[in-house]
């Protein structure tokens, strides 16, 4: 019992930590013309904070400090412009204490995605992807195109081949039913 009061009691206070309640997940984030972060906290939470932005999904990873030492009190942040970042998703705010008492990462966004409308700062890329999937009995080909313009297309034939492992399913079938039988027997 103690140890189940403990754990409430525990997971009570970390839920009434700080948390960062925008940018919100899949949210489309240009931050050439600038964002703000907002976050809730409550009084037991450190005063100061820094707020970095990160994306461990990329490589290289992005772990770029935006602002240093801002009050917990203010509940939000604004970016006028951060350049240098590429467009992407798995974009995530961190909200990181220096406080002995209480360091580390106090709160962590949900995830995000970064697309910048300046295009003096983006570069024109194009992708081409073509995958062909087979198995026993049938095989499909996609190709997908896609630009930085922001068109893509993308198609799917799916073709049937008879290479006879269509015909091993009714005895593969008949086969699982006789050993069960057999094992209900012994």
Do not use: C, H
């Amino acid at each position: 019992m103690r140890f189940t009061l403990a754990s409430i009691v525990a997971f009570v206070a970390s839920a009434a930590a700080v948390s960062v309640t925008s940018p919100t997940k899949n949210e489309d984030v240009d931050l050439s013309n600038g964002v703000t972060i907002k976050w809730s906290s409550v009084s037991s939470d450190p005063s100061s904070f820094s707020i970095y932005l990160v994306n461990m999904n990329s490589y290289p990873n992005v772990d770029k400090l935006i602002a240093d030492d801002v009050k917990t009190s203010d509940g939000s942040y604004t970016i006028d412009s951060l350049s240098g970042i590429d467009n992407g998703s798995g974009f995530q705010i961190n909200l990181i204490s220096k406080d002995p008492k209480n360091s580390g990462i106090l709160a962590q966004s949900q995830q995000f995605n970064v697309e910048s409308s300046s295009s003096s700062s983006s570069t024109t890329t194009a992708a081409s992807s073509t995958s062909t999937a087979t198995s026993a009995s049938a095989s499909a080909s996609s190709s997908i195109n896609a630009s930085s313009s922001g068109s893509a297309s993308a198609s799917a034939t799916p073709t049937t081949v008879d290479n006879g492992a269509g015909a091993l399913a009714v005895p593969a079938a008949a086969g699982s039913l006789l050993m069960g039988l057999f094992a209900l027997v012994l």
